[in-house]
């Protein structure tokens, strides 16, 4: 069966350091998220990919992080300069469509600590 | 704006019971679908099952099963036959298709089951 990877499954950085989150999405899906988990709490919706291009991003998802689909296959996930309070787990998803679907595919997660 | 409630932050059920994790959820679009996901301790979001706002019948799969009462607007799973191994936090979580397309989740009930 078909499944979304992360990489890596835990990165530890210094605050202030760059970390890239790579996502390998399912072949045929059209849809791509990043959602981040602060420790105990809830998911939370970070952005959405559509076409090349963010089709929506929260509040959180500030001018310190970014989303690439550098390669048709991979899609990742940059914090430029990381903070203490980015330390959660991050969680890609993908599905085949936007509009009708009944299952959002979820990733393993990657989960950063920032020192 | 599109809100998930989940009211109890811990519940507690012995094996092979049966248990209700109580969900509620606001949204003025009239298209939307409702996911269950569960997350065990190792940290991966793991897809339950899916309720569409326009499905005639309650969603099962196996031993999950959800309660969907639409003037309500609640969506409780229950879990029949409890075993160990569904101790893990579950969420709920919404996805409307008027407005953006990401899921909105709930703070998440943790469940113990207790042999």
């Known amino acids: 069966e078909p499944e979304v990877t992360q990489t890596p499954s835990h990165q530890v950085t210094q605050m202030g350091q760059e970390v890239i989150l790579r996502c390998v999405p399912i072949?045929?899906?059209?849809?791509f998220y990043w959602y981040r988990q602060i420790l105990g709490q809830k998911v939370e919706f970070l952005v959405s990919?559509?076409?090349?291009?963010?089709?929506?991003k929260s509040e959180i998802f500030d001018d310190q992080f970014s989303v690439e689909r550098p390669d048709g296959s991979n899609f990742t996930l940059k914090i430029r300069s990381t903070k203490l309070e980015d330390s959660a787990m991050y969680f890609c998803?993908?599905?085949?469509?936007?509009?009708?679907?009944?299952?959002?595919?979820f990733g393993p997660g990657t989960r950063l600590t920032v020192l | 704006a599109q809100k998930i409630t989940q009211t109890q932050p811990g519940m507690f059920v012995q094996e092979k019971e049966a248990v209700t994790l109580d969900c509620t959820y606001d949204?003025?679009?009239?298209?939307?679908?409702l996911f269950w996901y569960k997350q065990p301790s190792s940290g991966e979001m793991i897809f339950l099952i899916y309720?569409?706002?326009?499905?005639?019948q309650n969603a099962t799969e196996g031993r999950y099963s959800l309660n969907f009462q639409k003037a309500r607007k609640s969506a409780n799973l229950v879990i029949s036959a409890s075993q160990l191994g569904d101790s893990a936090m579950y969420f709920c979580?919404?996805?409307?298709?008027?407005?953006?397309?990401?899921?909105?989740f709930g703070k998440g009930t943790k469940l113990t089951v207790n042999p």
């Open positions: 949204t003025s679009d009239p298209s939307y679908g």
């Open positions: 990919f559509y076409n090349n291009e963010i089709s929506e």
């Open positions: 309720q569409g706002s326009y499905d005639q």
């Open positions: 072949s045929n899906h059209l849809y």
């Open positions: 979580a919404i996805f409307t298709q008027g407005g953006s397309e990401k899921l909105v």
């Open positions: 998803a993908s599905n085949p469509e936007g509009s009708s679907y009944n299952e959002q595919f």
